[in-house]
């Protein structure tokens, strides 16, 4: 079986950071996309950032220039930088992966979902 698992979330005011991470266990022969997405009350899932299997990534536009996405293909772990967070930045905040597994399947998991809350 194949598990996502993030950490890092919690409450911070505005204009602070908090580091997201996930990491994914299991049978996994390798990984392509990670990616983490969200979801506000009221709201539909977003993606908030994805990078690529080979390292390209790319951004919300409203979380350019204080979100970075990383990830550790030797930890099987991504991480999600946010600096500068803004009240509207409030939600669930999800990892996403593709994932090949050791019978050579891939398929699509999510991890349970970590609350990032921005207090003004």
């Known amino acids: 079986q194949v598990q996502l698992v993030e950490s890092g979330g919690g409450l911070v005011q505005a204009g602070g950071s908090l580091r997201l991470s996930c990491v994914a266990s299991?049978?996994?022969?390798?990984?392509?996309?990670m990616g983490w997405y969200r979801h506000a009350p009221g709201k539909q899932r977003e993606l908030v950032a994805i990078?690529?299997?080979?390292?390209?990534?790319n951004y919300a536009d409203s979380v350019k220039g204080r979100f970075n996405i990383s990830r550790d293909n030797a930890k099987k772990t991504v991480y999600l930088q946010m600096n500068n967070l803004k009240t509207e930045d409030t939600a669930v905040y999800y990892c996403?992966?593709?994932?090949?597994?050791?019978?050579?399947?891939?398929?699509?998991?999510w991890g349970q979902g970590t609350q990032v809350t921005v207090s003004s």
């Open positions: 996403n992966a593709d994932i090949v597994n050791t019978w050579f399947s891939t398929s699509n998991y």
């Open positions: 990078t690529t299997g080979g390292g390209s990534t």
């Open positions: 299991g049978s996994i022969f390798s990984i392509n996309d």
